[in-house]
């Protein structure tokens, strides 16, 4: 059973703070790992997308992916409100790039 | 705007309607899907259409048939329907790794409810 594990929270976080959002996959030979966010009513759109170990970042959005432990996760710096929503880890299927599995979200509260 | 396109945005119908869901691709991709979100539930994965093939269907009941005619063109047909069928309903888009990533991109959705 391919799995994409997330804690669902809600994880509130004070305005300004770091905001660290944490995932978990079980297909060990997974290439493609995705953050999206997505707003009450709302589709999901693409926070960050990361296919090596380590860091990447994108303004005040930091993914961090270790292939070896199966974790990736994602760092929001400097919380705002409007980061209020849930956020969305995703992972390909392996041996498929159409295919990405979606995990249950954590809602995250940033306190003004 | 992320160059997938739905519509409409929300439907209101009857267990015996028959309509459909369109969704149109403005990307130049070649793989499209239908994901269902019920309210407070995950997205759950209902077909994948790769340069117009089939390439999953997630044990959908087959009163949702999907009709891919064309890559940048999906549509979802729905028939007798039942009221837990009530959800929104999401077209994505991706092109392969090798073309440039496999990133999937989201329509608005549709908002159905079943009466």
């Known amino acids: 059973q391919k799995e994409v594990e997330q804690n669902s929270g809600p994880l509130s976080v004070p305005e300004g703070a770091i905001a660290s959002l944490n995932c978990t996959y079980s297909?060990?030979?997974?290439?493609?790992f995705f953050w999206y966010r997505q707003y009450s009513g709302k589709s999901p759109e693409l926070i960050m997308s990361?296919?090596?170990?380590g860091d990447k970042e994108d303004g005040r959005f930091t993914a961090q992916l270790n292939k070896a432990s199966q974790y990736v996760s994602l760092l929001i710096r400097d919380s705002q409100p409007s980061d209020s929503a849930t956020y969305l880890c995703?992972?390909?299927?392996?041996?498929?790039?159409?295919?990405?599995?979606f995990g249950k979200g954590t809602r995250l509260h940033i306190l003004p | 705007e992320t160059g997938v396109t739905q519509t409409p945005r929300h439907l209101v119908m009857g267990m015996t309607n028959k309509k459909s869901l369109k969704c149109e691709q403005h990307l130049g991709h070649n793989a499209m899907y239908w994901y269902k979100q019920s309210a407070k539930k995950p997205l759950e994965l209902m077909f994948v259409y790769n340069f117009k093939e089939q390439t999953e269907n997630n044990s959908v009941p087959s009163r949702f048939s999907p009709e891919c005619p064309n890559s940048s063109h999906l549509f979802l047909h729905l028939h007798t329907l039942q009221p837990e069928d009530s959800a929104l309903y999401l077209c994505?888009?991706?092109?392969?790794?090798?073309?440039?990533?496999?990133?999937?991109?989201f329509g608005a959705g549709t908002r159905l409810s079943v009466l």
């Open positions: 994505a888009s991706s092109q392969d790794r090798a073309s440039g990533g496999n990133i999937q991109y």
């Open positions: 297909d060990r030979g997974s290439q493609s």
């Open positions: 990361i296919y090596s170990n």
């Open positions: 995703a992972v390909n299927e392996l041996g498929r790039d159409d295919k990405i599995i």
